[in-house]
């Protein structure tokens, strides 16, 4: 199993920027991708952004253009760099894995205020 603790979570103000860290207890580069999501109170937890062994990337539409998804496998760690930031970016951000086997951190507070 694979322990995930994310970081760089707080609070900002809308327009500012954020970048979010998720360090893995193992490497990153056994897992078919990995992937960040996110959930506010009183939402469904949705996808944010994911990056594949590959270093393919997806987004959500609602994020495109201002988040960026990036991994260093030598740290075995993912980052999520979000700029632009609005107060609809509120939310517990997630880290997970994607296979053989999936695994979830315990996410950090990012609360962007108008």
């Known amino acids: 199993q694979v322990q995930l603790v994310e970081s760089g979570g707080g609070s900002v103000q809308a327009g500012g920027s954020l970048r979010l860290s998720c360090a893995a207890s193992?490497?990153?580069?056994?897992?078919?991708?990995m992937g960040w999501y996110r959930q506010a109170p009183g939402r469904q937890r949705e996808m944010v952004a994911t990056?594949?062994?590959?270093?393919?990337?997806h987004y959500a539409d609602s994020v495109k253009g201002r988040f960026t998804i990036s991994r260093d496998n030598a740290k075995n760690t993912v980052y999520l760099q979000m700029i632009s930031l609005k107060p609809e970016d509120t939310a517990v951000y997630y880290c997970?894995?994607?296979?053989?086997?999936?695994?979830w951190g315990q996410g950090t507070q990012v609360t962007v205020s108008s």
């Open positions: 193992r490497s990153i580069f056994s897992f078919n991708a």
């Open positions: 997970r894995t994607y296979g053989p086997y999936d695994a």
């Open positions: 990056i594949s062994s590959g270093g393919v990337t």
